[in-house]
């Protein structure tokens, strides 16, 4: 029987170690961790990838390893060095701010570089361990482009499948790269690459073709001798347990909690993992400018932001969290009243049923990114909106734009846009909220996470047909 074998950087679980140095494992929320959950649970499947923990020695390396295997998840252990010049340096200081379009923030260190080979190499190591000649592997995500090219170098006959799970830039800003050939090289090893949109998927052919000089038609690339079908797979959340979180006794007890402490405000609602493609900076001056053109907003109208820590070490992110720090001081010390504070804004994550409240409090989500390859947010916002009502405010750049037409879409560049965006949710009527927010529940109840990986292990099972019948012929 051949097995399924899941690998991203991040195992689902992140093991912590406590402030008394006992370990914790910690389930993710996450939707991917949600999505594949049916897939790397079953008989002799496994999920690989890093469990978030340096650990101490090899005892303890052994211990982790077996409590993890329990849960069919394999851990890749990495140092701290290798988080440093792989995970900070080349995935998160080099590929993320090129593919999101901050090239001004790229470095191109020969030693980042060499660290995410061999990085992705220690991952090959591990998966081989586990692969048979004809397993299925789905490798996700731009931590790990090069792994495919060498699993299929090792495994010519195995059937394996590559989702980016952030944007695919145009070849303008992957020809700086002084290593892109390798990486769309890397990335071809792969039978099915899947991307969220139509426009990252052509970026990406565009790429291949002036660098590599292969061709595609209709979704298949002649990549020399092997076929690679190219798709686009837009990820979608978890629907059912979103929508019933928002009617929970939990979230109705927080909603009521949050309520009297707040007073009776209308609550706009912006929820990020703290990172410069989000736009966190430029929404902020937007939700100012609001109460500095409609003043009838002061007193009724409060932000309330979550900015989720993430990637702190690197020094982008530590600038852009004083940048927010600073702005929100500013904002709330000019306009704020004894009995109303313009942004309420939170730096730490949220379990499950506040967020749920929190959803369920907000009338205007506003998700504004620069760039985003999906972005979750706007979805969960959407599935959280049982009663239909509610506004949500969408950029144009993130890859949920092109599925949810009925939020208002703006450019979130566009300051000005932005302000009047907020103000017409404000005002916007109760039936015309209902109609667009129930055309868009119906679109994220329909391509939820679970039909999202569906159709991409299809297709995947697609091509290692097509791949069986090379062989017999
Ligand atoms: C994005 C990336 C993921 C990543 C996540 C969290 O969604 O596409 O690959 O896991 O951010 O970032 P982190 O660096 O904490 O894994």
């Known amino acids: 029987m051949s097995r399924t074998i899941i690998v991203s950087n991040r195992l689902p679980t992140k093991v912590l170690r406590t402030a008394d140095d006992e370990?914790?494992?910690?389930?993710?929320?996450?939707?991917?961790?949600?999505?594949?959950?049916?897939i790397y649970r079953q008989e002799g499947n496994v999920w690989v990838g890093w469990p978030g923990l340096f650990v101490a020695d090899a005892a303890e390396e052994d211990y982790v390893r077996e409590q993890l295997r329990h849960d069919s998840m394999e851990p890749v252990f990495l140092t701290e060095d290798e988080i440093s010049d792989y995970y900070e340096g080349f995935s998160n200081s080099t590929l993320w701010p090129t593919f999101h379009y901050f090239p001004q923030y790229a470095t191109y260190e020969p030693a980042h570089w060499a660290a995410y080979v061999a990085?992705?190499?220690?991952?090959?190591?591990a998966v081989l361990a586990l692969a048979g000649p004809d397993d299925t592997i789905w490798v996700h995500d731009y931590q790990l482009l090069l792994l495919p090219a060498m699993l299929r170098a090792a495994r010519p006959r195995a059937t394996i499948g590559f989702f980016l799970h952030i944007p695919f830039p145009s070849y303008e800003l992957v020809r700086v790269l002084p290593w892109a050939r390798e990486l769309v090289a890397g990335m071809l090893g792969a039978d099915l690459i899947g991307f969220h949109t139509f426009g990252f998927m052509r970026h990406f052919l565009s790429s291949v073709s002036h660098l590599l000089g292969f061709a595609a038609h209709n979704g298949r690339l002649e990549a020399g001798p092997r076929t690679v079908l190219v798709d686009t797979f837009p990820m979608g959340i978890d629907y059912e347990r979103y929508a019933q979180a928002a009617v929970s006794e939990a979230a109705r007890q927080h909603e009521a909690s949050y309520r009297q402490a707040l007073g009776d405000i209308r609550v706009v609602l912006s929820i990020d993992r703290l990172d410069y493609s989000k736009g966190i900076a430029e929404r902020l001056r937007a939700f100012e400018q609001l109460l500095l053109r409609h003043p009838e907003w002061r007193g009724q109208v409060s932000l309330i932001m979550v900015v989720v820590p993430s990637r702190d070490q690197v020094a982008q992110y530590a600038a852009l969290k004083e940048e927010i720090d600073e702005l929100v001081g500013r904002i709330n010390a000019a306009y704020r009243t004894m009995s109303w504070t313009p942004i309420h804004y939170f730096y730490r994550s949220f379990p499950p049923d506040e967020l749920a409240s929190l959803y369920r409090l907000?009338?205007?989500?506003?998700?504004t990114p620069m760039r985003d390859g999906m972005n979750l947010v706007a979805k969960e916002f959407v599935a959280s909106k049982t009663d239909e009502n509610g506004v949500l405010i969408l950029s144009e750049r993130a890859g949920a734009a092109r599925e949810l037409s009925d939020a208002l879409i703006i450019n979130?560049?566009?300051?000005?846009?932005?302000?009047a965006a907020l103000h017409e949710a404000l005002v916007m009527p109760q039936a015309e909220q209902a109609?667009?927010?129930?055309?868009?529940?119906?679109?994220?109840?329909?391509?939820d996470v679970f039909a999202w990986t569906d159709l991409f292990m299809d297709r995947l099972a697609f091509a290692k047909q097509q791949q069986l019948s090379l062989h017999t012929d």
């Open 362 to 367: 907000a009338e205007v989500g506003l998700v």
């Open 23 to 38: 370990l914790s494992f910690q389930a993710s929320e996450g939707g991917l961790a949600t999505g594949l959950g049916s």
């Open 119 to 125: 990085v992705n190499e220690k991952f090959c190591q």
């Open 412 to 419: 979130p560049t566009d300051i000005d846009q932005l302000t």
């Open 435 to 447: 109609r667009r927010m129930r055309a868009m529940r119906s679109l994220v109840q329909q391509y």
